[in-house]
């Protein structure tokens, strides 16, 4: 993950698969066990430097060209490693659109985690908000991608909404126990407007502060009536 790290929350075997991150040796001292012999070995600390650096240069390449185009080679020289590297991680393209866009959702996951520590809820939700809409502004080729190979109801698109609502319902709990928006506010209709925010930027590029401006006037109707 780029700048937030991982959350304990969301990492027992990762979001819909296995992290390399997240990966621990079972069992204990006396032996092995049959749990340690089949679990994942923590990677090396270059290795790990690696996977994080490919995931980074992914996420960047893919914003610029599209999940589709992106090429890998190109993902491989931003990381600063042969592609070589990059199979030894990431066997197939299809591998490294779901980590990157895992890692992702782990992110949001781990923004929330530190947001609920604020001492400001109202401004803890809007910032987390206004965060989803740039995460939702740059995923847009990585879904459409994922969906095309995986569905809508796949384990790994599912499990990672599940974790978005989750951390939406959570922030927006706390505002409300503060005073800071109003009672009848709900998670599901807030992921649904920021989603209605980047369709409409999307489709007007040449205004970019449309999204914040949006953002704005849902946070405005989120505050307390009366």
């Known amino acids: 993950m780029s700048t937030t790290g991982v959350p304990a929350t969301v990492t027992a075997g990762g979001i819909g698969g296995s992290s390399p991150r997240a990966s621990t040796?079972?069992?204990g001292s006396g032996g092995s066990s049959p749990q340690a012999d089949t679990a994942p070995r923590p990677m090396r600390a270059d290795a790990q430097r690696n996977y994080q650096r490919l995931l980074d240069a992914a996420v960047a390449v893919f914003a610029e060209r599209g999940a589709d185009d992106a090429s890998l080679e190109e993902i491989a020289r931003r990381a600063g490693v042969g592609i070589g590297t990059l199979y030894r991680h990431f066997p197939t393209r299809q591998a490294l659109?779901?980590?990157?866009?895992?890692?992702?959702?782990?992110?949001?996951?781990?923004?929330?985690d530190e947001l609920l520590r604020s001492d400001?809820?109202?401004s803890a939700?809007?910032?987390?908000?206004?965060?989803?809409?740039?995460f939702s502004s740059t995923k847009k080729?990585?879904?459409?991608?994922l969906l095309e190979?995986?569905?809508?109801?796949?384990?790994?698109?599912?499990?990672?909404?599940?974790v978005?609502?989750?951390?939406?319902?959570?922030?927006?709990?706390?505002?409300?126990?503060?005073g800071a928006v109003r009672p009848d506010a709900d998670g599901r209709d807030l992921i649904r407007l920021v989603h209605a925010v980047n369709i409409a930027a999307q489709h007007t590029p040449t205004d970019p502060g449309q999204r914040d401006r949006l953002i704005g006037i849902i946070l405005d109707g989120l505050k307390p009536q009366g």
Do not use: F, N
Request: glycine share 8%.
């Open 97 to 112: 659109l779901e980590a990157v866009y895992r890692d992702q959702v782990e992110g949001m996951r781990a923004k929330a």
């Open 164 to 178: 978005i609502w989750g951390a939406a319902d959570e922030l927006l709990a706390r505002a409300k126990e503060a």
């Open 125 to 134: 939700l809007a910032e987390w908000l206004r965060a989803l809409a740039a």
């Open 25 to 27: 040796v079972a069992g």
């Open 149 to 162: 190979t995986l569905g809508k109801d796949s384990e790994l698109l599912s499990a990672c909404s599940a």
């Open 120 to 122: 400001s809820p109202g």
């Open 141 to 145: 080729s990585l879904t459409s991608a």
